[in-house]
């Protein structure tokens, strides 16, 4: 385990803004206590810094897992964030899509989301912007990237995607072995 | 009073007895385990845990241990004893408990490569005589070193192949693969010894080849460049060169550290990149004017439709001429709308 490097802090908060936007100052300044971003087998994990001195006791090869993984670093020194960041992107999303209850089922399957399958949206959504995915009932699902900005999702067709899937909460079930 | 006094004097004198016995004679319910070699005497008998309560824990122990080294005391005492410069030794007999070794047992010794790859293959070492037969000397001589049996070193004439060289020294050829293998051979030796002892096998540099690869090709570069007398610190480089690859270890921040300076780094990095972000998103911009004049556009058509509608509540072909004057109403608007654009 170690901290991030000025480079790969500048990856992780490049595409968790994609999500939260500013809404990351919350996560590194709490007030509630020292919370920090560690790094242990190439995943990023976040952890309040009592986690973390109970978790150095642990030698490295045995550790599986610390705090909430927020996602891994590739080969290629990108970061893909995990499904279990969601407990942290849900409650700051900037932008939000909720899916009718009928593609809630699809989505869950790793599908993306078409415009049939869409109830609301942000406003002033735009291409390309990391969202959130919320069921009617404002149960985060998942979060992905809007196919299609806010304007646009107005004109095209009902089955065109709305909506790249990225991650899912059915990944806890499908994923099981390789989440950490 | 005084058969009573009698009895108590006995009594008494019986007591002060057994107080000088108890001195050397100490009564187990259990017989000790003695090792006298070791001087080492265990005691297996019970410790009553309400004596351990009941007595001060110092006192009993301490009577424990002198019973138990008085015991230990009588046992040497049985051994015979011999007078040397006036102390009273005895020899200890030879210690039958057997003790750990004082170091851990020495680590068996590193497989060599040709070992390792024999294990992996499965083979075998096989014996070989050491005496030979020499035909020609007709006699049993060792089959390595000095007066070995059937030397090639020593035959006087060397056939030479069809396919060499005529002019080629054969002797010559024989003398030098034998140099080449003992340096082989020891070059081996040195690298086995490298890899047990876990240092860095060190590398045999760039070995000429055929044909070198892309990677062998940047090696020899980098190495060439840098074996310069200032280790390559003037040394040109040509337009399209990457820098060679410099040897920077990383360096990571301690695991736990400083966590409040760490939290000011990373909000000053969020405001560096807070600060790149384009205040004005046109994208944006564009589409929340373009909502503004569709709502605009909306409330005036509801506006004016709710108006027709209460003042020409019961006029028939009234969509038609709804249609109509909407679509007038909206064109007015627009106009209405792009003047104060202008200003």
Known sequence: MRPLTDEETKTVFEKLSKYIGENIKLLVDRPDGTYCFRLHNDRLYYMSEKILKLATNISRDKLVSVGTCFGKFTKTKKFRLHI???????????FKVWVKPGAEQSFLYGNHVLKSGLGRITENTMQYQGVVVYSMADVPLGFGVAAKSTQECRRVDPMSIVVFHQADVGEFIRNEDTLT | MAACSVEALLAKAEQEEAEKLRSISVHKELDLDFDVGN??????NRIESRDFKQQKKEDFLRSLARDNTQLLINEIWKLPT??????????LP??????????????????TKWEQFAKLKGIQKKKKTNLVWDENAKEWRRRWGYKRANDATKEWLIEVPETADPNEDQFGKRIKAKKEKVAKNELNRLRNIARAQKVKVP?????PTAQQSKDELARAVSVAKTSTASAGRF?????????PKTGKKRKFEPLIGDFSNERQKQLELLKIMDGKKPKL???KAVNKQMREEDREEAAAKYKRGAGKRGRKGNMSGKGKGKGARGKGGKAGGGR???????H
Do not use: M, N
């Open chain 2, 235 to 243: 040394q040109d480089r040509l337009p399209k060169e990457k820098a």
């Open chain 2, 336 to 342: 209405k709308r792009a003047k104060p654009g202008k």
């Open chain 2, 82 to 91: 011999e007078r040397v410069e006036e102390a009273i030794v005895a020899r």
């Open chain 1, 84 to 94: 279990t960041a969601l407990d942290f992107l849900a409650p700051y999303a900037k």
């Open chain 2, 39 to 44: 001087l080492l005497a265990s005691d297996k």
């Open chain 2, 281 to 283: 998103d046109i994208t």
């Open chain 2, 94 to 111: 030879e210690p039958t408990t057997p003790l750990p070794r004082e170091k851990p047992p020495p680590k068996p010794k590193a497989p």
């Open chain 2, 203 to 207: 590398g045999v540099g760039l070995v």
